[in-house]
Structures are given as C-alpha cells and as structure tokens.
C-alpha cells in the first residue's frame, strides 16, 4: 500500500518548450503532496507545497509562474515547467502524505521524472 | 530552524560488515524523524522512522534508535549485503510529516 507514481519517468525537451509531470497516489487520498527537485549527488530540495483545490505555497527562492502546481484532485497533482532551460534539467520527486493511514504524517515519494532540457 | 547532519560517504564496506551511519538533528519540540533510502535512479522509499524519545525504528535488519539527549538517530545494521548500496537521507519533520527537512544523504557502497 501506499503507493506514489510519477509519468513520464524520463523526459527530454527542446530549451523553450513547457513539460508536465504527473504525481498520483495510487491506493490512498493525498490532501498534500510535495515537489522536490534533487541535483546529481545531492540531497532533496522542497521546492513546493501542495495541497488539493487551493493554491501552491512554494519556497523562496522557487518561481512559481515557472513552475506551476496544480492539486485538483485528492489522487493527483501536476508539475509544469514553463519555458525550460537547460538549468531546470533535474531529478524530480513528489510526495504525498497520507493522512487516513494514522501515521503520523509519514510522506510516501514517487519514483522520480528525471528531466533534460537540450 | 531545522537542520540535519549526517556523515558524509561514501561509505564503503565488505559484504557483512557492521553499518553505522551518523546522523545528527537541530530543532524545536520533539520531531519525528526518519531514514529513506534511494536505490540508483529511483525516488526515496521510507527505511524506519520513530517518532519520539527512546523510540527504535526497525526495518529490514535496519535500526536506528531516538536519542533525545544526544539528538541524533544512527542508523545501524549487523551485516549489510551488496544489494544495500544506496544513498541514505537522514530527515525530522516537527509537525506530522507536513515539511520534511532531509540531511545530504550518505552514499553507501557494499562490495562483495
């Protein structure tokens, strides 16, 4: 149980073309879910909080018409990167938390989108 | 604020040998705290996790114990196997899971 998944699991764009990520919580309802971003060999970097049908809160430093969030359902969210540039090519995860399993919160991750921008 | 600390790697050990890794935490009340592993090219997957004093998470023949008065959470097993590589993300969060703070990660290497 408590399954995340992610689609596309690899992506490969054009500098200048936006790229949507999906995060779905499989086998629960997830009323938050969180993006991270994770450069090579470091650690996860929160860029965003999401929480279903009211708007992102995202941390500073993170652009938020350049990565938009959307949280319209209990079972999904979508990251989009706008206009991507070569910067923004990264791993990213999501998480969910759930809530109804009584556990204190625990956040379960995806497997990942690695994303290239050329 | 938040902050943890973990040992850098990578580490690197013979099939079999005792694992230790370190892990050390900043922060306010009594957070929860946490050990994910990330195989290569895959997202984080929830190791153990003890959410309050004295508590001991345990996992796989993985175990990390909550010590308040040192404020860390060590992550421990007696004889890892080589398909333990992975990268190992110490992380608390202070209020229900709602904002993980996650340490550097530690880059376990077992070698056969």
């Known amino acids: 149980g408590a399954v995340v998944s992610q689609h596309p699991s690899w992506v490969i764009c054009k500098s200048g073309t936006s790229v949507k990520i999906e995060c779905r919580s499989l086998?629960?309802?997830?009323?938050?879910m969180f993006w991270y971003r994770q450069f090579p060999k470091q650690s996860l970097m929160l860029m965003a909080t999401?929480?279903?049908?009211?708007?992102?809160?995202?941390e500073q430093g993170v652009e938020k018409d350049k990565f938009l969030i959307n949280h319209a359902s209990l079972t999904l969210s979508t990251l989009t990167v706008t206009s991507a540039h070569p910067e923004d090519s990264s791993f990213y995860i999501c998480?969910?938390?759930?809530?109804?399993?009584?556990?204190?919160?625990?956040?379960?991750f995806g497997p990942g989108t690695r994303l290239l921008v050329l | 604020g938040n902050s943890v600390t973990q040992m850098e790697g990578p580490v690197t050990l013979s099939e079999e040998a005792f694992l230790t890794i370190n892990c050390t935490y900043t922060?306010?009340?009594?957070?929860?705290l946490f050990w994910y592993v990330q195989y290569p090219g895959e997202g984080l997957q929830l190791l153990l996790k003890a959410t309050k004093a004295d508590d001991k998470g345990s996992n796989k023949g993985f175990e990390a114990t909550y010590r308040k008065e040192t404020t860390s959470f060590h992550l421990e097993k007696g004889s890892v196997q080589v398909s333990d590589s992975a990268v190992y993300f110490c992380a608390l969060s202070n209020n229900a899971g709602n904002m993980l703070t996650f340490g550097g990660g530690t880059r376990l290497m077992v070698k056969p």
């Open positions: 998480s969910a938390r759930d809530w109804e399993r009584a556990q204190r919160g625990t956040q379960y």
């Open positions: 086998d629960f309802q997830a009323t938050t």
């Open positions: 922060a306010t009340g009594y957070p929860s």
């Open positions: 999401s929480n279903e049908g009211s708007k992102a809160t995202y």
